[in-house]
């Protein structure tokens, strides 16, 4: 099978995906998705007036309280992130070290 005929049988997914984003708004208010969802999208240090604890992690000095959980934006759907793992495209990792505040 070539990436053609690959990309082809993936339309309906692709369809479906477009079907389920553009009627989001139909099953949650915009006001609820923005305070209520969007926080757990963006991250435990995204929001300083709710930042997340960490259960039990004083009690285990292996553990350390993580520097930076920040994923998107939440203007941005993961399912860009999903396509690009299901399609292969690898992101270099220099990117990934920029993140890291000891680099």
């Not at 941005?76 to 992101?91: F, H, R, T, Y």
């Amino acid at each position: 099978m070539n990436v053609t005929e690959t990309l082809n049988q993936l339309v309906p997914v692709f369809q479906g995906m477009k079907d389920a984003l553009l009627g989001v708004r139909d099953g949650c208010n915009p006001d609820v998705f923005y305070r209520k969802i969007r926080p757990w999208l963006i991250g435990g240090d995204g929001d300083p007036l709710r930042k997340w604890t960490f259960e039990g992690i004083d009690s285990d000095p292996s553990l350390k309280e993580p520097i930076h959980l920040s994923g998107s934006s939440a203007a941005q759907s993961p399912i860009m992130q999903a396509l690009d793992g299901l399609l292969g495209v690898e992101k270099p990792l220099s990117s990934f070290n920029s993140l890291d505040p000891g680099s």
